[in-house]
């Protein structure tokens, strides 16, 4: 690849997983090509690491994610499963067979009206069926386009991810699983080891290995995997099996598990919940034993049985019902926080990151932001981060309760979209200084001095750049109050290896103790063993140990 990039391999499986990795790759999409300073345009983040070159079959050269997505039969609507950038209209023409032809034609979804308002200044399809694109700044992506208001909200007319996602894709990136539905009482993917039992048929084995050999033998260095992964559903078995996959063909790589569960649910289904957290403690527990390291992340207040109200961002408003508000949230802080091995110029590689975080059997990482950063017109870096205080500032997005009082034993924090002339004071020589942070000469000391002063005795690294995160439509509109447009917003996110989650894993163990198994023997029926229960208790508990305040802590 350009650069010598250290490439990524990009894993999506489920449908929650598809509308965080929607928004994800809107706004991978809307950073190509869109320096707005001088400063910016240096490139802080290499989007090879993610995305790879190609030609279609008329030499057009493409840019697209180096993906593998995995869901269910009826999740695409408009979409097709090979893509619409390699589609050609000549080639579905021409059939060899001369003989009588009886044509079925499935029900054709319309594409989302407000997403075809967006695509329009990027491109059309002509009457020759060919894809015409505007020119490619850098060769990369399509050009600026135009961010104007949206008639009316997109949220009310999203049914599915493909609704609002706006990048072209591969033909080998869509893997579609036949045997469920995505919709309807029947036919559903609702347990582990249904999920297990996919990627154990012959077809859908094949399917994937054959896709993972096409990216990956194209990369000249690949640092490694990261699974986005629905928890709460069947799809944790797949990205079990799939993660397993990823171990014994790929030994040495990085595999980075993104574990996402909706944010909202209620005591009224009582199966759906003890599924969810069913789950959650097999998908956690086997996906610990292949990745590299694994993060839950949810608006949600609790990985248990009992809901708690969803997280609360103090400059952000959303409804906690839509997958389409909470999707995107999460799209943010992972933009943000993935960016350490993302970097142009000296990156953090996968396995580097998560040796950092994970000594001591703690393999299990949270993940907190603050969406946006709030830093006003006129304030500096050290002003903001006085004004935000503690560590208790942040909002948690892995559902593992409230972290005040917790302990931090390893962090890798990102404060992007901030720019140079903010980085450090500028108070009038002779002014009393409020703090030893306006002191410090250069942004990167600011932030430095900021995190040992919250946490004097944890390791910690940490990125400051200048490239923001971008929310432009179709991202849902969510910052009334930072004026009507915001296209871009200064982020703050951090992993962390916590102390809190002692009390969540144990307290998931303690949950299925408590589960009388007789009751939901269909969860048994559909591939997992007694004797796995035992073990995954076990698991559990071996796993929150590792956790607990002072374990494997020299001071």
Request: with cysteine; proline share 7%.
């Given at each position: 690849m350009?650069?010598?990039?250290?490439?990524?391999?990009?894993?999506?499986?489920?449908?929650?997983?598809?509308?965080?990795g929607?928004?994800?790759?809107?706004?991978?999409?809307?950073?190509?090509?869109?320096?707005?300073?001088?400063?910016?345009?240096?490139?802080?983040?290499?989007?090879?690491?993610?995305?790879?070159?190609?030609q279609?079959?008329?030499?057009q050269?493409t840019?697209?994610?180096?993906?593998?997505?995995?869901?269910?039969?009826?999740?695409?609507?408009?979409?097709?499963?090979?893509?619409?950038?390699?589609?050609?209209?000549?080639?579905?023409?021409?059939?060899?067979?001369?003989?009588?032809?009886?044509?079925?034609?499935?029900?054709v979804?319309?594409?989302?009206?407000?997403?075809?308002?967006?695509?329009?200044?990027?491109?059309?399809?002509?009457?020759?069926?060919?894809?015409?694109?505007?020119?490619?700044?850098?060769?990369?992506?399509?050009?600026?386009?135009?961010?104007?208001?949206?008639?009316?909200?997109?949220?009310?007319?999203?049914?599915?991810?493909?609704?609002?996602?706006?990048?072209?894709?591969?033909?080998?990136?869509?893997?579609?699983?036949?045997?469920?539905?995505?919709?309807?009482?029947?036919?559903?993917?609702?347990?582990?080891?249904q999920?297990?039992?996919?990627?154990?048929?012959?077809?859908?084995?094949?399917?994937?290995?054959?896709?993972?050999?096409?990216?990956?033998?194209?990369?000249?260095?690949?640092?490694?995997?990261?699974?986005?992964?629905?928890?709460?559903?069947?799809?944790?078995?797949?990205?079990?099996?799939?993660?397993?996959?990823?171990?014994?063909?790929?030994?040495?790589?990085?595999?980075?598990?993104?574990?996402?569960?909706?944010?909202?649910?209620?005591?009224?289904?009582?199966?759906?919940?003890?599924?969810?957290?069913?789950?959650?403690?097999?998908?956690?527990?086997?996906?610990?034993?292949y990745?590299?390291?694994?993060?839950?992340?949810?608006?949600?207040?609790?990985?248990?049985?009992?809901?708690?109200?969803?997280?609360?961002?103090?400059?952000?408003?959303?409804?906690?019902?839509?997958?389409?508000?909470?999707?995107?949230?999460?799209?943010?802080?992972?933009?943000?926080?993935?960016?350490?091995?993302?970097?142009?110029?000296?990156?953090?590689?996968?396995?580097?990151?998560?040796?950092?975080?994970?000594?001591s059997?703690?393999?299990?990482?949270?993940?907190?932001?603050?969406?946006?950063?709030?830093?006003?017109?006129?304030?500096?870096?050290?002003?903001?981060?006085?004004?935000?205080?503690?560590?208790?500032?942040?909002?948690?997005?892995?559902?593992?309760?409230?972290?005040?009082?917790?302990?931090?034993?390893?962090?890798?924090?990102?404060?992007?979209?901030?720019?140079?002339?903010?980085?450090?004071?500028?108070?009038?020589?002779?002014?009393?200084?409020?703090?030893?942070?306006?002191?410090?000469?250069?942004?990167?000391?600011?932030?430095?001095?900021?995190?040992?002063?919250?946490?004097?005795?944890?390791?910690?690294?940490?990125?400051?750049?200048?490239?923001?995160?971008r929310?432009?439509?179709?991202?849902?509109?969510?910052?009334?109050?930072?004026?009507?447009?915001?296209?871009?917003?200064?982020?703050?996110?951090?992993?962390?290896?916590?102390?809190?989650?002692?009390?969540?894993?144990?307290?998931?163990?303690?949950?299925?103790?408590k589960?009388?198994?007789?009751?939901?023997?269909?969860?048994?029926?559909?591939?997992?063993?007694?004797?796995?229960?035992?073990?995954?208790?076990?698991?559990?508990?071996?796993?929150?140990?590792?956790?607990?305040?002072?374990?494997?802590?020299?001071?």
């Open positions: 350009a650069g010598g990039a250290r490439e990524v391999l990009t894993l999506q499986l489920g449908h929650f997983a598809g509308f965080v929607a928004h994800w790759w809107n706004q991978q999409d809307a950073a190509l090509g869109r320096a707005t300073s001088a400063q910016e345009s240096l490139g802080e983040l290499c989007p090879d690491v993610l995305y790879r070159t190609g279609t079959l008329h030499g050269e840019y697209t994610p180096r993906l593998i997505l995995m869901d269910l039969k009826g999740s695409l609507n408009s979409l097709k499963q090979e893509g619409g950038l390699y589609w050609d209209k000549q080639l579905d023409a021409a059939v060899a067979w001369h003989g009588k032809l009886t044509t079925h034609k499935e029900e979804y319309p594409q989302n009206p407000h997403l075809q308002d967006l695509l329009s200044a990027e491109g059309v399809r002509s009457s020759d069926g060919f894809w015409r694109v505007k020119s490619i700044p850098n060769g990369k992506g399509p050009p600026p386009v135009t961010t104007a208001a949206i008639p009316k909200p997109l949220e009310s007319s999203v049914r599915v991810w493909s609704d609002f996602l706006r990048v072209h894709l591969h033909p080998r990136s869509i893997c579609m699983i036949q045997k469920y539905n995505h919709d309807g009482e029947t036919g559903r993917l609702e347990a582990f080891g999920g297990e039992s996919v990627l154990k048929e012959p077809r859908y084995l094949e399917e994937l290995e054959d896709r993972l050999h096409f990216y990956v033998e194209e990369c000249d260095y690949l640092q490694g995997f990261q699974i986005l992964c629905d928890l709460h559903d069947g799809f944790s078995g797949v990205g079990a099996k799939a993660a397993e996959l990823l171990q014994d063909e790929y030994s040495g790589r990085g595999i980075i598990t993104w574990g996402l569960i909706p944010g909202s649910y209620s005591l009224g289904e009582p199966q759906k919940n003890i599924y969810r957290l069913l789950n959650t403690a097999f998908g956690l527990v086997r996906l610990t034993a990745s590299s390291f694994v993060c839950p992340l949810s608006l949600g207040g609790s990985l248990g049985l009992r809901p708690q109200p969803p997280v609360n961002f103090p400059h952000l408003h959303y409804d906690a019902t839509l997958p389409f508000h909470c999707s995107a949230i999460l799209a943010t802080a992972l933009d943000t926080v993935t960016v350490p091995y993302r970097l142009r110029s000296s990156p953090v590689s996968m396995v580097h990151l998560a040796n950092m975080l994970t000594f059997g703690k393999k299990v990482v949270t993940a907190g932001a603050v969406i946006p950063f709030p830093l006003v017109p006129g304030q500096s870096l050290p002003d903001a981060l006085v004004q935000l205080g503690g560590a208790t500032s942040w909002t948690p997005l892995s559902a593992c309760g409230n972290p005040l009082g917790t302990r931090c034993f390893a962090q890798s924090v990102v404060l992007r979209g901030i720019d140079r002339a903010c980085h450090t004071s500028q108070l009038t020589p002779g002014t009393p200084l409020p703090s030893p942070l306006h002191a410090c000469t250069t942004g990167e000391e600011v932030l430095a001095q900021y995190l040992h002063q919250q946490q004097p005795r944890v390791t910690s690294s940490s990125h400051l750049l200048l490239t923001p995160c929310v432009a439509p179709p991202y849902p509109y969510l910052f009334s109050s930072l004026g009507q447009q915001v296209h871009s917003i200064p982020v703050f996110g951090a992993l962390c290896s916590s102390s809190s989650l002692h009390q969540t894993l144990g307290g998931l163990a303690t949950e299925l103790t589960l009388d198994l007789r009751r939901w023997a269909s969860f048994l029926d559909a591939g997992v063993e007694q004797d796995e229960m035992e073990e995954l208790l076990q698991e559990l508990h071996s796993l929150a140990q590792c956790y607990q305040d002072g374990s494997g802590l020299t001071d």
